[in-house]
């Protein structure tokens, strides 16, 4: 986790990196570099714990 306010999502089953940046409404880069733990964020694991950064600009 890179710091700053956001939230911490448990993976889900069927859920993907994309699907989870969508969901949250987070740019796919930015969550992948909040997120320096993921060996291969193209292949999470359920209940794997993703750290979702706050949008700073919600308009």
Known sequence: ???????????????TIVSIARKFGVELAELIKNNPQLNNPARLTT?????????LNDT
């Open 1 to 15: 986790m890179v710091g700053g306010s956001g939230v911490i999502y448990k993976v889900e089953p069927g859920d």
């Open 47 to 55: 209940g794997e714990e993703i750290y979702i950064p706050e949008r």
